[in-house]
């Protein structure tokens, strides 16, 4: 124990050979009896009767039960779910608003296609309209933001008449159809030939990981740690990443011709990239001066996630063309938008879409409960509180442990990047990610301690945080004790199989 307590030093000064898992805060409230298939038939079930899907653990969890931010498995076990199924469950599983919502509309009128009109779509509309800047106004509502994304692509082209669009290296929009060349993610492709025509990504910019950026480009509370020679008023990468989309326009677009172009405010499955101050302004003044549309992503950073704003493009001092949203709309009920101003949507006219279930009544009951209870609970305020309290925890942890490369993000939309710290190159500006296997262990370790995220990333190396919107300090205190406990496993057993 003496050599390994030596490995450690410099490595976390909390450094104890306690096995106590930390505690989950406690609660009010007991799950129902499960009552379901076994877990031995869901698993062979999932092998022989339902489609591949993302293997998040090495024991699949088997989920029973949700409330608010807590989530049951078949055995009654509780877990802090601070993933939220990928940012969709905004104001917390079972909310009895929703559930409420759900159960009277049901009771009322369940369902009538786009083809009818009926008043909760009306008043949803209304709703939805007043949270948007300038003229978006027009609303379309679908199922789910690839939907969205689709309909958003469609769009800039017929308002245009021009083909060629643009996105962001390291960028998720889906992978339906023309999303398939849109998003720029190559773990996420599969062989298609025809999904990437007039389509260009331009470079990350990253400036944690990519070439020009430092501690001074992000609109965060955190920065990275790379020097730069930027400053408050000017932020010199933003001008560099802007040049190499510049050079996109040079070679490959006709001049004047490009359709739109589609950006996250804050990339998720990406890895929560935040892009340097001051650089989606001047790209979007570029696309509109060669003729094309903008489009702003906020399926992941949208309804008061991100704290400051109710929607993240406006922490960029910008004002979309075209709006797409989904999940958190929700709160997990499959419905989604498209928000635009008027005359983008006459466009539509001489083109089609179609959706059956899009504007159900039930869909916008739900929507219309969402948007009241996160003003009323002061969801956004506790996104921008919670939020930064846990950024700033993170930060403490970045101090500790050479293993935590970088933290980012906004609100409750949070990145921790993992990196070998024993090859740590950064100096040379070479960054090693922590391998999969080190990631996975973690991951599966704080599993079982009772705490749930995600992982994003080129590397799969960026733990991702974004849970329910009504966690509070106690919870962060519990995650930020779970993942100290979880890293400190990791490195006991690194270097005693070292030994």
């Known amino acids: 124990m003496k050599n390994i307590r030596n490995k450690f030093k410099g490595i976390n000064k909390h450094y104890t050979t306690s ?6 805060p406690p609660i009010d409230f007991k799950p129902l009896p499960y009552k379901g298939v076994s877990y031995e038939k869901a698993q062979s079930m999932q092998l022989d009767n339902v489609f591949p899907q993302v293997q998040m653990y090495e024991e699949p969890l088997l989920l029973h039960e949700g409330k608010m931010q807590w989530l049951f498995d078949h055995k009654g076990k509780r877990y802090l779910d601070m993933f939220g199924g990928i940012a969709t469950v905004s104001v917390g599983h079972c909310h009895p608003r929703i559930t409420e919502a759900i159960a009277e509309q049901s009771g009322i009128l369940g369902h009538v ?7 909760k779509m009306y008043e949803y509309v209304e709703a939805l309209v007043s949270k948007m800047p300038g003229d978006l106004k027009t609303v379309y509502l679908v199922n789910s933001g690839s939907e969205a994304n689709e309909l958003a692509m469609q769009l800039v082209r017929l308002h245009t008449g021009n083909q060629d ?3 962001i290296q390291n960028c998720y929009h889906g992978v339906s159809g023309n999303l398939h060349g849109l998003t720029a993610l190559a773990s996420v492709k599969y062989n298609n030939m025809s999904a990437g025509n007039f389509i260009h990504h331009a470079m990350c910019p990253d400036v944690f990981k990519g070439i020009w950026g430092g501690k001074k480009c992000r609109d965060s509370p955190v920065q990275t740690q790379r020097s730069c020679e930027c400053d408050r008023v000017r932020c010199h990468a933003a001008d560099k990443y802007y040049e190499q ?4 326009f040079s070679y490959s677009i006709p001049r004047g011709k490009v359709a739109g172009f589609f950006a996250e405010s804050i990339q998720g499955v990406g890895g929560i990239v935040q892009f340097p ?5 001047r790209v979007y003044e570029l696309i509109r ?3 094309g549309l903008c489009v702003a992503d906020e399926v992941q950073t949208g309804f008061g996630r991100t704290g400051e704003h109710f929607w993240n493009f406006q922490s960029h001092g910008v004002t979309p063309d075209i709006v797409t949203m989904a999940k958190g709309i929700g709160n997990g009920f499959p419905m989604a938008a498209v928000v635009t101003t008027p005359a983008i949507a006459r466009s539509l006219n001489s083109g089609f879409h179609f959706n059956t279930f899009g504007g159900n009544p039930v869909s916008c009951a739900v929507g219309v409960s969402v948007l009241k209870v996160i003003d009323e609970e002061g969801l956004q305020k506790n996104c921008l509180d919670v939020g930064t309290y846990f950024l700033e925890k993170l930060c403490g942890m970045r101090r500790e442990w ?6 980012r993000g906004k609100g409750l939309m949070i990145g921790v990047e993992l990196i ?7 100096d040379k500006g070479i960054i090693n990610p922590l391998n999969c296997r080190a990631i996975s262990r973690i991951k599966n370790d704080c599993l079982k301690m009772g705490l749930l995220f995600g992982v994003g990333g080129v590397r799969s190396n960026v733990l991702r945080f974004m849970p329910p919107m009504c966690v509070t300090k106690a919870d962060v205190d519990f995650t930020i004790a779970v993942l100290r406990r979880a890293m400190q496993n990791y490195y006991e057993a690194k270097y005693r199989n070292n030994l």
Not at 402 to 407: L, P, Q, Y
Not at 420 to 426: C, R
């Open 165 to 167: 669009v643009l996105s």
């Open 277 to 281: 101050r001051g650089y989606l302004k």
């Open 289 to 291: 001066s060669n003729g």
């Open 113 to 119: 296609s786009g083809a009818y009109e009926h008043p």
């Open 402 to 407: 050479k293993i935590i490369g970088d933290v």
């Open 420 to 426: 070998d710290g024993d090859q740590d190159d950064s």
């Open 19 to 24: 096995r106590l898992y930390p505690k989950l």
């Open 245 to 248: 989309l510049e050079d996109i």
